[in-house]
C-alpha cells in the first residue's frame, strides 16, 4: 500500500470495505447526473466541464496552449502549498512531448526511491527495485522522470473512449487482478510498464526546437504510481499531467481500502477544467467482472478550489520553477501538438494504403510514412520465403478489418469498435508495416512492435544464441556518497531455467515451437500457473523476493542496462544518452556505457501479455504480427483472425502456425500452455462464436 505523508509525513488512509469500493462508480454517476453536464465546482465531487466522445472529436483538432499548461500547474501547486509540501510536475501533450516540468522547493533536500515497499514491507531486491536518488555527493535527482513517466502514462493510456490514471494502471500490471486478491490471474497488461522506453527504436525524442511527431519517449517506461492523469478538451484526450511529491516511485498493493494519496491528489487538482469525461472514466469500465480504479481521489477530497488558484504569472522563484530535463524539455512552456494532425506524428492514412477503413498512420517531420508496407529484409535468414511487401499490406488490411467488427473490452460507450494498432515485422524484427484504427490508445504503438518482434524471436531458432551474446544485466546500488554496480546477472540463466522448466535442452534453438505473447507470458509470471501464489515462478520471472513490477525477469534484465543509462542522463549524472536499441546495452562499473550488438530484434524491448502470433510460409518463420489497444483477448483475436483472413486471401501464401506446432501442445509442470484466446461473441455485427476454433 502507498503511503501519503500529508500533514508532516504522517501516514493517513481511510480504511473502506470493499463493498464501498463497489459503490464508488455508481456514487459518481450520481454526482455526474445531478451537475447537469455544466461545469462545476470542486464540492460537488467531480468536474463535468468536458463532454464525452465518441471517436470523433480529434477532428477538432484540440491541443494544450501555453495557458493552458500554466494553469495546470498553478492548479497543482496551489494544491501541493496546502497539503504544506513540494512537488514536482510535468505537463506533457497527447503523443508525450514535454510541455513542461516545474519543481517546487531545494531539489537537494528530497529523494526519491524507486520500490514497491514503501511502508516498510520486506524489500524486493533487484531491477530497479531500491535505487534512491540524489546522493550527496552530487545533485542527481530522479523526480522529474518520475513525473514525466506518469504523465506520459496518463496520455497513452487514455481514448475518447476511456480515461486511465497511474492507478489503473497500478491495478493491471501487478501479479493478481486484483492486487492483493490471491489465486487471482495476472493483471491483463502485466509488463505494459517497460514500454515506451528511451532505448526503444520507434519512439522519438527531443529535438532541442519544440514539440515534434510522436509518439515520445519516456525516461521509466510507463508508470504504475498513482497521480498520473490524462487531461482533456473538447471530450478528447490532449496529454497528461504526473506530479511526484511523496518521495517514492511505487505501486498500491491492495485497492481493498480508499487511499489518501499526496502525489494523486495534487494531480487531480492540477487536472481542473480538464479532467476527463466522468462516463470515460476507468470506474465506468470493467475487466473480468471487476471495476477498474480511476482515483481514491475526487474533488471534494482537496484542501484548495482550484478554480481560485493563483495565476501562474504570480508563482514567485521561491515558490519553485520550471525546469530544462536532459532529452526531454529546454525549460520553456510550449504548446502541444494537435493529435491526428500531421504535426503530431499520426494522421489519417487518407485510404492510400488501407482504403475503406479509417485507418492512420505514422508520419514523421515531412509528412512522410514512417512505416508503410514493405518487404522484409530477411532474405539471408529465409531465403525466397522473405515476406513481400503485397502480403504486409494484405495482413495489415485484414486485421484492421477484424478490428473494425471487433467489440472493444475498456472503451465506453459499450459495443464501440476495438481500437488498436497493429504491427508487422519480419524473422528478425525489422518493422515491415503498421497502422492503426481511429483513437487507438498511444501506448499501443510501441507495445504491438514488442508483441510482434517478441513472437517471432522466441518462435525462432536462434533464440538462446541471441541471448548468449547479450551482456549481463547490471543492478545499481545507491548511498549517501555514490551511485554504483550492485550485481550482475548473466542473461544465460534464462535460457538454462526455461530449458529445465520445459524438459527440452534444445528449446530455444530449433524454432520447433511457435510462440506467443500470451503462451511466452505463461512463463514469464512469478507463479505457474498464473495466480496460484503458492506456486513457484516461471522460468523467465524472478523468484518471489526478487520479483515486483519494478523486477521482472528476463523482460527486464535484457533491456535495463539502457534504462538506466537513460536514467543516469535524465538524472545529470551521465553526460551520454542512450542510443536506440534496447538489448545490448553494456553498463560498466564507471557507469559509461557501450551498445554490443546492432540490428532490430529486440531494439524496443520485449512484452509479456498477450496480443501477437508468429507468421509463417508452411513451415518457414517468416515474422510476427502484434496488435494492441482495447482489450488482451481482442488483441489476440485481432492478430490470429487478420493473419488467418489474409491468409485465405493469398491462397494459403501465409499462415497462422499449424495446430500441431503451437505452444499450447505443451504442458511444462503438468499445466497447458495457452497460445490465444479470443472473446465469445466478439462481433459488433453478427453473433459467431468461437470464431478463433474450428481448425484455424
Avoid at 240 to 267: N, P, W
Amino acid at each position: 500500500m502507498r503511503q501519503n505523508l500529508e500533514n508532516l509525513g504522517a501516514r493517513t488512509r481511510t480504511q473502506l470495505g470493499a463493498w464501498r469500493m463497489l459503490l464508488l462508480p455508481f456514487s459518481a454517476m450520481v454526482l455526474a447526473a445531478c451537475s447537469g453536464g455544466s461545469s462545476v465546482t470542486p464540492t460537488t465531487g467531480t468536474d463535468t466541464s468536458n463532454p464525452s466522445c465518441n471517436g470523433s472529436c480529434q477532428n477538432t483538432a484540440s491541443n494544450l496552449t501555453v495557458a493552458d499548461v500554466q494553469r495546470v500547474i498553478a492548479q497543482g501547486v496551489a494544491e501541493a502549498q496546502g497539503r504544506g509540501t513540494n512537488a514536482t510536475f510535468a505537463v506533457v501533450d497527447r503523443v508525450g512531448n514535454v510541455l513542461a516540468v516545474y519543481r517546487m522547493g531545494d531539489p537537494t533536500t528530497r529523494t526519491v526511491t524507486i520500490t514497491t515497499s514503501p511502508l516498510g514491507d520486506a524489500p524486493v531486491t533487484g531491477g530497479l527495485e531500491g535505487i534512491t536518488l540524489p546522493v550527496q555527493a552530487a545533485v542527481v535527482n530522479i523526480d522529474q522522470a518520475a513525473a514525466i513517466a506518469k504523465a506520459v502514462t496518463g496520455a497513452y493510456l487514455s481514448s475518447e473512449g476511456n480515461a486511465f490514471s497511474t492507478r489503473v494502471a497500478s491495478q493491471i500490471v501487478q501479479e493478481n487482478f486484483n492486487p492483493g486478491e490471491m489465486l487471482q490471474p495476472a493483471g491483463p497488461l502485466f509488463g505494459v510498464q517497460f514500454s515506451s522506453l528511451a532505448c526503444s527504436d520507434l519512439v522519438r525524442q527531443f529535438n532541442n526546437v519544440g514539440p515534434s511527431v510522436g509518439p515520445q519517449r519516456t525516461p521509466l517506461g510507463l508508470s504504475a504510481d498513482p497521480g498520473g492523469f490524462p487531461l482533456y478538451k473538447n471530450g478528447t484526450v490532449i496529454g497528461g499531467v504526473g506530479v511526484l511529491a511523496d518521495g517514492f516511485y511505487s505501486i498500491d498493493k491492495s485497492i481493498m481500502d480508499r487511499d489518501v494519496d499526496i502525489d494523486e491528489a495534487i494531480a487531480l487538482a492540477a487536472t481542473f477544467g480538464f479532467s476527463a469525461p466522468v462516463d470515460r472514466r476507468a470506474d465506468r469500465i470493467t475487466v473480468d467482472g471487476k471495476v477498474l480504479r480511476f482515483t481514491d481521489v475526487e474533488f471534494s477530497d482537496l484542501t484548495t478550489n482550484p478554480q481560485t488558484a493563483p495565476s501562474f504569472d504570480t508563482l514567485s522563484p521561491t515558490v519553485g520553477m520550471l525546469i530544462a530535463v536532459p532529452g526531454y524539455t529546454d525549460g520553456v512552456i510550449r504548446d502541444g501538438t494537435a493529435f491526428g494532425q500531421p504535426g503530431s506524428g499520426i494522421r489519417p492514412d487518407g485510404d492510400q494504403n488501407f482504403p475503406g477503413r479509417d485507418a492512420f498512420v505514422l508520419v514523421d517531420e515531412t509528412n512522410t510514412l514512417r512505416y508503410p508496407p514493405r518487404n522484409g529484409t530477411d532474405a539471408a535468414v529465409v531465403g525466397p520465403a522473405v515476406l513481400t511487401e503485397t502480403e504486409v499490406r494484405t495482413l495489415l488490411q485484414s486485421a484492421l478489418d477484424v478490428a473494425n467488427r471487433a467489440r472493444a473490452q475498456i472503451r465506453r460507450p459499450a459495443g464501440s469498435q476495438a481500437r488498436v494498432t497493429i504491427s508487422v515485422v519480419d524473422s528478425q524484427g525489422a518493422i515491415l508495416g503498421i497502422a492503426r484504427t481511429r483513437d487507438a490508445p498511444l501506448f499501443g504503438v510501441d507495445v504491438s512492435l514488442q508483441k510482434a518482434r517478441t513472437a517471432a524471436f522466441m518462435s525462432s531458432n536462434s533464440a538462446a544464441a541471441f541471448i548468449a551474446t547479450l551482456p549481463d544485466a547490471k543492478y545499481l546500488s545507491t548511498t549517501d556518497a555514490a551511485v554504483g554496480i550492485a550485481q550482475a546477472v548473466p542473461l544465460g540463466g534464462y535460457v538454462d531455467a526455461f530449458r529445465t522448466f520445459m524438459g527440452d535442452p534444445n528449446a530455444l534453438a530449433d524454432g520447433r515451437i511457435a510462440f506467443t505473447d500470451r503462451s511466452f507470458g505463461n512463463l514469464s509470471r512469478p507463479f505457474f500457473p498464473d495466480g496460484i501464489n503458492t506456486e513457484s515462478q516461471g522460468p523467465m520471472s524472478k523468484p518471489r523476493g526478487q520479483w515486483s513490477p519494478f523486477s521482472t525477469g528476463l523482460q527486464l534484465d535484457l533491456s535495463i542496462n539502457a534504462i538506466l543509462q537513460h536514467v543516469l542522463f535524465v538524472a545529470g549524472a551521465s553526460p551520454v544518452d542512450v542510443a536506440p536499441g534496447c538489448a545490448g546495452v553494456n553498463l560498466n562499473n564507471d557507469l559509461s556505457a557501450q551498445q554490443t550488438i546492432t540490428g532490430s530484434r529486440l531494439a524496443n524491448g520485449m512484452q509479456i501479455f498477450p496480443g501477437s502470433v508468429p507468421i509463417y510460409r508452411g513451415d518457414t518463420l517468416v515474422g510476427g504480427v502484434g496488435v494492441s489497444g482495447d482489450g488482451v483477448d481482442q488483441d489476440d483475436m485481432v492478430a490470429f483472425l487478420g493473419l488467418h483472413n489474409a491468409g485465405l486471401a493469398l491462397n494459403g501464401a501465409i499462415n497462422n502456425a499449424a495446430p500441431e506446432r503451437r505452444a499450447d501442445t505443451l504442458t511444462p509442470m503438468g499445466v497447458r500452455l495457452r497460445y490465444v484466446q479470443c472473446p465469445q461473441a466478439p462481433f459488433i455485427d453478427s453473433t459467431d462464436d468461437n470464431v478463433c476454433g474450428g481448425g484455424k
